[in-house]
């Protein structure tokens, strides 16, 4: 068997057990365990397994993840998504669309406090969906807005996804988090202007405008000092040098904490709740390192990341098509894999082959803008069809919502609506993916005051 055949086997198996729901750290696994033992026999794989998993699990970069994951259900638990979300409707309710763009703008600013797209969408879909369709919006227009605004969990920093690129290729965290800044508020205006559009173009799918008064934006405005202090905190004392971004972590989870309970929302059941989340959350993306770090080896054995290297140099193509071919891959590949698996799955493959691309800039800001690509790229499959993880989990959360006492003031939305419903917002990732693309000093903006 040729390395070719043997690389496109060790996929198939990958993607034959996945077609089967088996987790997919379970199918990274298996499937680097049949193309390493093929290789190398069984002696090497023990030993391999022997030394990846304590050198992998020992490493003190990735108590970034349960960290920021904590910081993110303290939040939820803790009653800080009402706040936000509180704040995000007064503020834009007066516009014919506002109580969207709220939850687009609460999801931005959960996101910034979460790390995740899954958990933003569904913690802000639990607080702002009934109240979406009770002051008239369409299942379409609310499910689709959830669902993308949900994607801003992980383009606005803290993005464990982001945290997990940094791993990866090496590169250095608070640069990452910088870089993602400016893409990630491009993102948020792109989404508050495609629903101001959608609105008007095609009308009945929201109010012509949601009455606020002055005294509820006060009220809110005092719910998110908590929430703004953390921010500071957090993102002030990492860019001011005060600490690293783990212990930057550290402390937004303690700060996240102690906000749940001054606002006297957080009990004793909550809190080991929060816990027991963040070990599901953090065990799977722990095992999902092992599996891809397995199936990693066992294709750099093959040697065909190498040569697949080769190949496309060999094409003579520009190196901004290079990394559009690339982008186009990962939307294609989501809709079969979530993001972390995505990530780890193929960054080991392709980011020594952007190295080895000169786009006209220190090998540090490539590394960070191609992280920058791979995100965006990676928000645009967790909406895009067939699969659309966000447009799965928001759909599934809002089934029978709509039913009262006896009565249904709403009803049940279409998975095929939502699909609908995220076609505006994937136009506006489409165009931001382009511009990031094309200018690439985007990204970099606040990252070359961080020298």
């Known amino acids: 068997m040729s390395a070719i055949q043997l690389a496109l086997t060790i996929f198939g198996i ?213 929430i703004a202090a953390i921010f500071l905190i957090v993102f002030g004392g990492i860019y001011g040098g005060f600490f690293t971004p783990t212990e930057g972590a550290a402390v937004g989870a303690f700060s996240t904490f102690v906000a749940a309970l001054l606002k006297r929302e957080m009990t004793w059941d909550k809190f080991k709740k929060c816990f027991y989340a963040t070990a599901e959350s953090s065990a799977m993306i722990f095992l999902i390192f092992l599996g891809a770090d397995l199936m990693n080896a066992s294709l750099a054995l093959t040697q065909v990341p190498s040569q697949l290297a080769q190949l496309v140099g060999s094409w003579g193509l520009s190196p901004v098509m290079v990394v559009a071919a690339i982008m186009l891959f990962y939307v294609v590949l989501g809709a079969v894999m979530d993001e972390l698996s995505m990530i780890l799955l193929t960054i080991p493959i392709f980011f020594p082959m952007i190295m080895g691309l000169d786009f006209g800039m220190s090998k540090e800001y490539t590394a960070i803008w191609f992280g920058i690509m791979v995100l965006m790229t990676v928000g645009f499959g967790m909406l895009a069809p067939p699969v659309g993880l966000n447009v799965y989990v928001v759909n599934s959360m809002t089934k029978g919502r709509g039913k009262g006492k006896g009565q249904a003031s709403y009803d049940d939305v279409p998975i095929s609506e939502s699909y609908k419903g995220v076609m505006p917002f994937l136009i506006t990732d489409t165009i931001r993916t382009i511009v990031l693309l094309l200018f690439p000093a985007i990204s970099l903006y606040f990252v070359q005051y961080l020298q």
């Open 14 to 226: 990958m993607l034959l057990l996945m077609a089967v729901r088996v987790p997919i750290a379970v199918c990274m696994f298996v499937a680097g365990t049949v193309g390493y033992v093929a290789q190398a026999g069984w002696g090497p794989l023990s030993s391999f397994l022997n030394t990846q998993a304590f050198a992998r699990f020992a490493s003190y970069d990735l108590s970034v993840i349960p960290l920021f994951i904590l910081m993110g259900h303290f939040a939820t638990q803790g009653g800080i998504s009402k706040a936000l979300f509180g704040f995000a409707a007064s503020v834009m309710g007066r516009f014919k669309g506002g109580l969207a763009m709220g939850a687009v703008l609460a999801c931005a600013a959960f996101g910034a406090i979460c790390g995740s797209s899954v958990a933003t969408a569904a913690t802000i879909t639990n607080v702002a969906y009934d109240e979406m369709r009770k002051h008239g919006y369409s299942g379409r227009l609310t499910t689709g807005t959830l669902a993308a605004g949900g994607t801003l969990g992980i383009l606005i920093p803290p993005s464990v996804p982001l945290v997990i690129y940094a791993i990866l290729t090496e590169q250095n965290i608070a640069k990452l988090f910088a870089a993602a800044m400016v893409p990630g508020i491009i993102a948020m205006l792109g989404y508050m202007i495609a629903i101001g559009i959608y609105v008007r173009l095609v009308p009945g799918h929201a109010p012509e405008h949601d009455q606020v008064s002055k005294l509820n934006i006060l009220e809110s405005i005092k719910g998110i000092g908590p």
